[in-house]
């Protein structure tokens, strides 16, 4: 360093002063000389102490700046003449094991007897090795012995050589110039236009110095940023990115344009780099499915890392001629596939997916994956995709068969489409429209779904022996056979494949030496007596065949692009089928043989849907009784004893269950036709009938019930007007009603029981008929839960819509109840003469005509043939 005119010899604080001492201990530091880096820092913490008086400070940072001013090149100086620097090492006794001592513990020391012809000369040799053995006897077993205080000489000028070997070396740090051997021009363009610009310029205008290092060097540099952007002599990072630094070039070219040739690697540390902030960013995501695709993406990227480890051993040999231009055109093929890669990771993967739910970055990583296998340009690019999807589909696999094998829906990120809530399977709110998108994702919201709730339903009835364990997961059967169908269509031989869970899949961080084992347990092969001592311990190590990676296999097998279209979600339902479309069909044949569904069904049909007119006397027998003035006949218990009496022969394990419950106000009630709504029947279905048969279609049933009710109420009172009661031998009627009322009331008594025989018709004969038959059908057909939910639930929801239109509808407040109001009106103007006026007779005939219209539409419908 020299002083210049504007340098200052005066400081306010230390700060400065400390932080340029620092700065020359790192540097010291870097080149290897750590104890010099330390005596600096020391003799600063002794020279600048604290709470000086300002003037000896002053002084002192002065000293201090100007010695700073003065050095040159310190690190030469330690190269070239170590002795000047020896006081800086620190002289320690240390302890060295003796070996021998150690290894001849414990052993028997002896000495062979004296041979009896042997010389005078040789019998004085057992006293001298006695006393040996003595000697060594008496020794310690582990002997420490004090080594004499000595200094360490370092071979200087052979470790810089070994230095200058390698790209840790003073260019790192500072503008050098490596000059080429040769005198050729076209080796040294670079240096001569730099020499060039200096004597043009005449020091009018300030260049900046130029670096100028090998290719070997620059080579090196380039395959090191792949494992992390680092700065470096051709590199610096500014800010987050990182861009070759100007005037540094190789001797054959101009600094300008070894900038722009540079440019051109940066694209391929760069995509290095983002997929390893991915990998990071995943650490704190607990996406599975992210994690699963990571291993997909892994499969390919540490294959080219793989072939960077050896094109840098290829290099570093030096015995093939490698330049940049053979390094960019072999990068230029290495890395296509992590280009391409790369493009569709930014499509899938959702940005700041950190924000967004595991299971909205689940659906569209896959959703997106399915959808671009179909719409891929080229080969490559569709088989990285499938890698990825099958790869990615690994998590969604993994829990759909710990669920249906284990019943254990460990979701803990929430990102699968079924939820357990207790003990219920549902699926997630929000998936409507990714199941459009991916057909697989369809199916397990269908499909998939009915089969578990298949199998927990079979557990809960303690029924386990539902398949056979097999030997592969579904996720490796899966994409097994999905290779297999892809070597079908080329007419190729299926691979070797044995498919690896992505998490039981070793990866490759970075490259340790300290990974390669204790280094205490090798052998040197050189030494003769050792191999042999170790020879029975030795062991051929075979070679283990390098496993294809997944998108390895598909590349073999694939020439073109396939065209998918419904075969991955046709090998998924296929292999879902054969492992547990058996668990339907067997919680179908158990719910009948064991808990007598289908006999549940005809006993409904019987007592809600009046099928066979099985409880006519029931209903006869109640009707009789209201008729009668001031009877008992709100009498639960008779009720339902008289009901149960009627059905036990036929449903000896349902009757007990069935009973009639009749509202408090019976009492006060003398409207048979109001009495006709405070009578229900209340029957409670029981486990596990009563997850297809639910509380909601009991109540339909019921409102069922009370309609069909009505109107055999209606028919039974029309019927009971007996023209006996009117004739014109009834004196007292005779001579209240004139005889046109007479004909005018059985006019409307012969009406009254048309319409409501239609009625009758209309729901025994096509409503009950037409939806019972289909359901007869789809419960025959029906092979698991969902269908045998499905199957009744169409049919009481289709029959109770039917009933339930005849109920309410109508016009200007006319329909089926008027007309039961009209049935009311004529029994009583036929049992009290005195209520048959005309005007009653017109308003009764009024009120039948508007209802019989909106009834008769109905029940008797038009249709266009």
Request: aromatic fraction near 12%; hydrophobic fraction near 40%; include cysteine.
């Amino acid at each position: 360093m020299t002083l210049e005119k504007s340098d200052s010899m005066y400081f306010l604080n230390t700060k400065d002063i400390k932080n340029a001492i620092w700065s020359m201990a790192e540097k010291f530091a870097f080149h290897g000389f750590f104890k010099h880096a330390d005596y600096l820092k020391t003799l600063h913490e002794k020279y600048i102490i604290p709470n000086l008086p300002e003037s000896d400070l002053n002084s002192r940072l002065n000293v201090v700046k100007f010695l700073l001013c003065m050095s040159q090149s310190p690190t030469t100086h330690f190269w070239e003449s170590p002795e000047k620097f020896q006081f800086i090492y620190n002289t320690q006794e240390s302890e060295v094991l003796d070996w021998g001592a150690y290894l001849t513990e414990d052993i028997d020391r002896w000495s062979p007897l004296p041979d009896e012809n042997s010389d005078s000369e040789d019998e004085t040799t057992p006293s001298h090795q006695e006393e040996a053995t003595t000697s060594v006897k008496s020794a310690p077993s582990r002997a420490i012995i004090p080594m004499a205080q000595h200094i360490k000489e370092y071979n200087f000028q052979e470790s810089r050589k070994k230095l200058l070997n390698t790209i840790q070396t003073d260019w790192w740090s500072k503008p050098v110039i490596m000059e080429p051997p040769s005198d050729w021009f076209d080796a040294n363009v670079g240096l001569l236009w730099h020499q060039h610009l200096l004597t043009e310029a005449r020091g009018l205008v300030t260049l900046d110095p130029l670096t100028v290092i090998s290719e070997y060097k620059v080579m090196r540099e380039i395959l090191w940023q792949m494992w992390g952007p680092h700065n470096s002599v051709v590199f610096q990072l500014s800010g987050n990115k990182l861009v070759p630094k100007p005037n540094v070039t190789i001797s054959s070219i101009r600094a300008s344009c070894f900038y722009n040739f540079m440019e051109a690697f940066i694209p391929y540390i760069q995509v290095l780099d983002d997929f390893r902030q991915f990998y990071r960013k995943l650490e704190t995501n607990g996406s599975e499915t992210y994690k699963s695709y990571s291993c997909g993406v892994k499969n390919i990227v540490w294959r080219v890392f793989e072939e960077l480890v050896l094109l840098e051993s290829e290099i570093a040999a030096q015995e093939t001629t490698m330049t940049l231009i053979k390094l960019s055109q072999r990068f230029e093929i290495m890395f296509k596939p992590v280009f391409v890669l790369k493009a569709i990771h930014n499509e899938v993967i959702i940005d700041n997916f950190g924000d967004k739910t595991p299971l909205e970055c689940a659906l569209v990583l896959l959703t997106r994956l399915r959808t671009g296998l179909e719409f891929s340009v080229n080969k490559l690019e569709q088989d990285i995709r499938l890698s990825l999807y099958l790869e990615s589909i690994y998590y969604y696999l993994l829990l759909t068969e710990a669920w249906l094998v284990k019943n254990d829906l460990f979701d803990h990120t929430n990102e699968f489409i079924v939820l357990n809530e207790n003990s219920t399977f549902v699926l997630r709110a929000g998936i409507e429209e990714y199941c459009d998108q991916d057909s697989i994702i369809k199916i397990i919201s269908n499909e998939v779904l009915n089969m578990g709730r298949n199998m927990h339903l079979l557990r809960l009835l303690r029924k386990y022996d539902v398949f056979t364990k097999k030997s592969e997961t579904i996720h490796q059967e899966y994409t097994r056979r999905l290779l297999e169908e892809l070597c079908s269509y080329y007419s190729c031989e299926p691979p070797s494949i044995r498919v690896e869970s992505p998490q039981s899949r070793p990866v490759v961080t970075s490259f340790d030496l300290n990974g390669m084992g204790d280094w205490t347990n090798f052998v040197d092969t050189t030494d003769g007596f050792l191999m042999e001592a170790f020879s029975d311990f030795f062991y051929e190590k075979e070679e283990i065949p390098k496993e294809d990676t997944l998108y390895e296999k598909i590349s073999k097998i694939t020439t073109n692009l396939f065209p998918f279209r419904s075969h991955p979600e046709k090998i998924f339902l296929e292999i879902m089928k054969e492992r547990f479309n058996i668990s339907g069909l067997m919680v179908k044949n158990l719910l009948i043989e064991k808990y007598n569904l289908d006999k549940q069904f005809d006993f409904l049909n019987h007592i809600f849907l009046f099928n066979d007119d099985l409880i006519f006397p029931f209903y006869r027998r109640l009707f009789e009784k209201m008729n009668l003035r001031h009877s008992n006949w709100g009498n639960s218990v008779y009720l339902t004893s008289h009901l149960q009496d009627s059905i036990m022969d036929l449903y000896p394990n349902f009757y007990e269950d069935c009973i009639v419950q009749i509202k408090d106000t019976w009492k006060q009630c003398r409207d048979s036709l109001k009495a006709c709504s405070l009578l229900t029947l209340h029957y409670e279905i029981k486990w596990p009938l009563n997850i297809i048969i639910t509380n909601e279609q009991i109540i339909m049933y019921k409102e069922i019930f009370e309609v069909v009710l009505q109107v055999k109420w209606a028919l039974y009172t029309a019927n009971h007007l007996f023209f006996t009661d009117i004739e014109p031998k009834n004196k007292s009627f005779k001579a209240v009603a004139p005889k046109s009322t007479i004909e005018r009331l059985k006019y409307l008594r012969f009406n009254l029981i048309n319409i409501l025989n239609s009625i009758q018709h209309y729901l025994f004969g096509f409503v009950f008929t037409k939806h019972r038959i289909q359901f007869e059908l789809d419960f025959e057909k029906s092979n698991d839960l969902k269908s045998l939910i499905t199957s009744h639930e169409e049919f009481i929801k289709s029959v109770y819509c039917s009933v339930k239109r005849i109920r309410e509808e109508s016009r200007n407040n006319h329909g089926f109840n008027t007309l039961l109001k009209c049935v009311r009106m004529l029994k009583v103007m036929w049992n009290q003469p005195d209520h048959a006026t005309g005007e009653n007779l017109n308003n009764c005939h009024k009120i039948f005509k508007s209802s019989f219209e909106v009834v008769n539409e109905t029940v008797t419908p038009i249709f266009d043939l």
